[in-house]
């Protein structure tokens, strides 16, 4: 059985910015949590959308047909496709929802990329 879990919490504990953890899995999907500071990088996941909510702070996701800017409490779909860059003024906590094919940086590949494996230790 599976215990419960506090997202907030378990993205508050970690110490390092842009490296997601998963903590949970929701059949093909895992549910993530980050700990976010300044720019991701550019980049798109040409086959799976990715869902942001916004547990503590501020986000903005920068596209090229402009930019959302996501507060506390509140979610945002990136379609599949759209190139994007998750930036947090300040730093963020967020729970990410993603296919478990879904890269973490797509096919960018910079110093912030994480393997699925980094992602579940």
């Known amino acids: ?8 919490a378990s993205a508050a504990a970690l110490s390092e910015h842009w ?16 700990k976010v500071l300044g720019s991701l990088a550019w980049h798109s996941h040409d086959a799976e959308d990715e869902l942001f909510f916004i547990l503590k702070g501020r986000l903005r996701i920068e596209m090229e047909a402009g930019a959302v800017e996501l507060e506390e409490g509140q979610a ?9 860059n998750p930036v947090a003024e300040q730093e963020c ?3 990410l929802i993603e296919k478990k094919a879904t890269l973490h940086t ?12 980094e992602q579940l230790g």
Request: glycine share 4%.
């Open 19 to 34: 490296s997601p953890r998963v903590i949970a899995e929701l059949d093909d999907s895992y549910i993530k949590v980050a």
């Open 1 to 8: 059985m599976n215990l419960p879990v506090s997202p907030a």
């Open 93 to 95: 906590l967020i729970m």
């Open 76 to 84: 945002y779909v990136v379609p599949k496709g759209v190139r994007h």
């Open 106 to 117: 797509g096919t960018t590949m910079t110093a912030k990329t994480r393997s699925i494996t």
